[in-house]
């Protein structure tokens, strides 16, 4: 299995979740362009959800696989049910059914009990010390992909530009590699009984263009580019200034999205002054998710708006706030409207 | 007119004509855990008990063309689709060497390739698979393949049928006279049994292949 994991370069992408707004801009994008076909209906190969929460599917932090130790952890499939969307509902009825409004819309069939973005907004907390997040979420592309190394068929390969992608002709819907992934970022298709996931837009990289879910996002929230490029933000923000943390380093396999954490204001004390020792969202929460580094990074971060604050200049806090759009997925800044997809 | 007569005569599990054929009882054993091609697989499987299926009864039917294994074996519970997404559904092959000196336990070689007939019951049509070695099954050319599964009464009753005579490079070659090697598996989905998590008859089996009037 090991020949199939090359050593190349790795394109990576790193999500700010100080600017990522919960609008699933980026959701859609990719929803728009890879997920629209049978069997895809329930299919969200990025989707944002409000944390904490128990995500997509349902828990899905609780499900197993990954590694520890270097040892492969045993996972379980999630339910249909723990997916939740793919839901079909009652246009007939309420736009041609004649019922005016007493028909509403709503899905058809036993009413669903979860789905992509069902805890959304909810958070954690009580008035005035309520908080939640957004962390959007895909595959990892991950260095030590838990799902290739599962597959008995080889299905699943990593290519010199980092990314994990599957040859669906190879694919015999096993399902191994859903069961291993930590993240639960693999959907199967039970219409083509295959599975299915993020391919990293490659098409569209192939060609200089960034994926969907990075060049749609109305906030500036994410980067995307090589991870070895020194040059490139994503470089800079990971290696350099180390505030970019991936998701639960602790199921290790290394994976190559990357999140700023979350800053957030001060607590609120019974008397109604602010607590300044203590932000609203605890650190320990954000140290579960993106371990023992994110209190460094948090430092860093505070830092360098305070330097700004002060009149200094940050160029940490420049690449953050993104002053040029393209310079976030330099080179690949090209137009998808200006290219060939012959 | 004979031929289709014969055919879908044979294809349904239950005819009277079932009842003459002599039954085998083919013991059938887990797959090696340390034969599974990852490591994952090997882990996970360790402490979970599969190839919960122990037994398959076999009988063989000649037509003047064709070949019909029935198998049946037990199963409380059918598994028709991937139900909850949690479950597989039921599945069985019977498996034979392309030529000659085929290795059942790593399902063929680069130079031997085996060749299954892929029944599960959630398609339409059986699969004609060939496999050069663990992790190599992939769908090929060969003559049709017909199956007719009925679950009654906690036990599936499958028929697999193919003409006899020649397979071609990936189908196994089943004349009259011969004597071809054959073993079987079966995998519950109800245990999530896919891929190699399954049941199979730990051995080749020997099969003289006849031909029958009608």
């Known amino acids: 299995m090991a020949e199939a994991i090359r050593r190349g370069r790795q394109l990576a992408m790193v999500f700010d979740l100080n600017k990522c707004i919960g609008c699933q801009t980026c959701s859609v994008a990719c929803k728009v362009l890879w997920t629209r076909g049978e069997g895809q209906e329930y299919q969200w190969w990025i989707m944002v959800n409000t944390m904490p929460g128990r995500g997509h599917p349902r828990d899905w932090d609780q499900m197993g696989g990954g590694y520890r130790d270097g040892v492969p952890q045993p996972g379980r499939l999630p339910k249909r049910e723990e997916w939740g969307g793919g839901w079909e509902f009652n246009y007939d009825e309420v736009f041609y059914g004649g019922k005016g409004e007493e028909a509403y819309l709503r899905p058809l069939g036993p009413q669903p009990q979860w789905g992509p973005n069902w805890d959304e907004d909810q958070g954690a907390g009580e ?94 929230a994410v980067w995307f580019g090589y991870l070895d490029d020194e040059e490139g933000p994503v470089y800079k923000l990971v290696r350099q200034w180390q505030v970019a943390l991936p998701l639960r380093p602790d199921f290790g396999t290394e994976p190559n999205v990357f999140y700023i ?82 | 007119m004979r031929l289709q007569l014969a055919l879908r005569t044979l294809l349904d599990p239950f005819r009277p004509q079932w009842e003459r054929v002599p039954e085998e009882v083919v013991p059938l ?59 597989f559904p039921d599945a069985a092959a019977v498996l034979f060497p392309i030529n000659g000196d085929a290795p059942l336990l790593t399902m063929g070689s680069p130079e031997a390739p085996v060749n299954a007939w892929y029944w599960r019951a959630d398609l339409s049509r059986p699969q004609n698979l060939v496999a050069h070695g663990l992790g190599t099954v ?36 089943l004349v009259p006279g011969m004597v071809a090697k054959v073993a079987f598996a079966v995998w519950e989905g109800e245990n999530q049994e896919r891929a190699g998590i399954k049941s199979f008859s730990g051995i080749w089996r020997e099969l003289e292949i006849g031909q029958g009037r009608g």
């Open chain 2, 29 to 87: 054993m887990r797959t090696p855990l340390h034969l599974q091609p990852t490591r994952y697989i090997r882990a996970t499987w360790a402490d979970r008990p599969y190839g919960v299926v122990r037994a398959v009864q076999v009988r063989v039917a000649f037509s003047s063309s064709h070949i019909f294994f029935r198998l049946q074996w037990p199963d409380a519970q059918p598994n028709m689709d991937y139900g909850d997404g949690t479950v």
């Open chain 1, 127 to 220: 008035y005035p010390n309520a908080y939640f997040f957004y962390l959007p979420r895909m595959c990892n592309h991950c260095t030590r992909p838990a799902c290739l190394e599962a597959c008995p068929r080889g299905a699943l390969y990593k290519r010199e530009d980092g990314i994990v992608l599957r040859d669906e002709g190879r694919c015999r819907g096993y399902q191994f590699c859903l069961e291993a992934c930590p993240y639960k970022r693999i959907f199967f298709n039970f219409s083509r009984r295959i599975s299915q996931q993020c391919i990293m837009c490659f098409p569209r990289v192939e060609k200089g263009v960034a994926p969907a879910c990075v060049r749609q996002c109305p906030g500036r």
């Open chain 2, 138 to 173: 992939a769908e090929a050319e060969g003559p049709e393949l017909w199956a007719h599964a009925i679950w009654r009464d906690g036990r599936w009753s499958l028929v697999l049928a193919r003409a006899l005579g020649e397979g071609g490079a990936t189908a196994v070659t």
């Open chain 1, 261 to 342: 954490p979350p800053l957030a204001p001060y607590r609120y004390n019974p008397d109604g002054t602010l607590d300044r020792e203590n932000p609203r969202i605890p650190t320990e929460y954000l140290e579960r998710l993106f371990g023992p580094k994110v209190r460094d990074a948090l430092a860093t971060l505070r830092s360098e708006m305070e330097k700004t604050r002060n009149g200094g200049h940050s160029e940490l806090m420049d690449i953050l706030i993104a002053y040029r759009w393209q310079d976030m997925f330099r080179p690949f800044d090209r137009d998808p409207v200006d290219t060939s997809w012959s």
